[in-house]
């Protein structure tokens, strides 16, 4: 039987069109807020693959770096 996806991760398959876009699915955009607009980052590791981290977690770590503030705890988020 498989397993129950835990609430608030998921998985999700996408395709890459002759242009090299991908289209996010709309679970995931609605999961992550993601709006028409936004900025995305895009973050790639050749052994571990890409990933694409919420704008908060970045946020948070660019005030680190340049307010010298700490990055804020994942459940402050």
Do not use: C, N, Y
């Not at 890459?16 to 993601?34: D, N, T, W």
Request: without cysteine; hydrophobic residues 40%; glycine residues 10%.
């Amino acid at each position: 039987m498989p397993k129950k996806i835990p609430k608030g991760k998921g998985a999700w398959s996408v395709t890459v069109g002759e242009k090299g876009q991908i289209v996010i699915p709309k679970a995931a955009r609605e999961m992550f807020h993601i709006q028409p607009g936004d900025t995305l980052l895009l973050l790639g590791d050749k052994k571990r693959g890409l990933a694409i981290p919420p704008q908060e977690m970045f946020s948070a770590l660019a005030s680190h770096i340049f307010d010298g503030e700490p990055p804020e705890t994942e459940e402050e988020m």
